[in-house]
């Protein structure tokens, strides 16, 4: 048995590296990372991450519990599996980040940074990334589900985000996101630094970031509130069929424009406590700083992570277009 939540918390290193179960081999690869690998062939490779912002805390109880229950045989194992909880001095924190935001870092991008220990996180969660997926049966399709919760409430309470890519994306990922109970789907329209863009551009795995509600402190999250995930990322893991949808069709946004703060004196025309998906309609002000405001030119437009706090230079919210 694993607990990689308090093993994560305390600091710690296990009595044990690696052992395994009747299902299934498992190795510790360090500080809140734990792989497992079923004894009998499988058909998918798996990255499931949280705690990239270690505030987010729902995520990683969601995957501690999933966890415990393949130790325990609640359920059996049929895909390979990495378990990243991604910023641990951060959850021990109980803070978004220390420095930098790391779901910036990736694709490299930790190296323009000053070098600290979440940028080297990163570099470390590159490596281990790569071992995993070119460690598994090539035949293995690669997926990746990084799991967090949104500062603010959204109007539309759960949504995925996929990473820009050229190719199409895959059927099964989008199913599974259906399956969940999602609300909507975001499509990015530019590379990112993010995790999933990592592993969906460098090891063309099918990823997503999946927002899952609202950040609250360890302990104060009403994980019901995320059964369905929980039960598509069990149903995955398990290589059995998916939940059926219980809400109405999934809606699905692309990211026509980022918003960038070039200066300090940058202004969202938005309240502060503005849910994800609130809409801007032509004509309407979004955002003033001294090298121009930014308008809507389109009939609607939804605005999605709108955060005037951001370092300057970096990305101060997401203008969003809805795929008919
Ligand atoms: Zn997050």
Redesign the pocket.
């Known amino acids: 048995m694993v607990d990689l939540l308090t093993l994560t918390l305390e600091q710690r290193v296990p009595v044990q590296m690696q052992g395994e179960t009747a299902g299934f081999t498992w190795q510790w690869l360090g500080e809140g990372l734990l792989q497992c690998t079923p004894k009998t062939a499988y058909r998918k490779t798996m990255l499931l991450s949280a705690g990239?912002?270690g505030n987010?805390t729902a995520p990683i109880e969601l995957l501690a519990n999933i966890i415990n229950d393949l130790f325990t045989e609640r359920f059996t194992l049929a895909v390979r599996v990495l378990f990243v909880f991604g910023n641990p001095e951060a959850i021990r924190h109980g803070v978004?980040y220390l420095e930098n935001d790391m779901?910036r870092m990736f694709c490299g991008a930790y190296q323009q940074l000053a070098q600290d220990q979440e940028t080297a996180r990163a570099a470390h969660l590159e490596q281990v990334t790569a071992q995993f997926f070119e460690q598994s049966q090539p035949q293995a399709q690669r997926y990746h589900y990084d799991l967090?919760?949104?500062?603010r409430a959204s109007l539309l309470p759960v949504f995925a985000l996929f990473p820009y890519q050229s190719k199409p994306y895959d059927e099964f990922l989008i199913q599974s996101l259906e399956a969940a109970d999602l609300d909507a789907l975001v499509y990015h329209n530019a590379a990112g630094k993010t995790f999933t863009h990592f592993t969906a551009e460098k090891f063309q795995a099918a990823s997503s970031?999946l927002?899952l509600g609202k950040?609250k402190p360890f302990g104060a999250n009403d994980l019901a509130q995320f059964a369905s995930t929980d039960q598509m990322l069990r149903a995955v893991l398990a290589d059995q069929a998916l939940p059926i949808r219980q809400k109405s069709d999934i809606r699905q946004f692309k990211v026509m424009d980022s918003i960038l703060k070039q200066s300090e004196d940058f202004q969202l025309k938005l309240s502060a406590d503005a849910p994800n998906f609130s809409t801007f309609q032509k004509g309407e002000l979004i955002a003033t700083q001294q090298a121009g405001d930014y308008v809507v030119h389109d009939q609607q437009v939804w605005i999605l992570f709108p955060n005037p706090k951001v370092k300057t230079g970096l990305r101060a919210g997401l203008i969003l277009k809805e795929i008919e």
Do not use: G, S, V, Y
């Open positions: 990239i912002h987010e978004r779901n967090h919760t949104a500062i970031t927002e950040a």
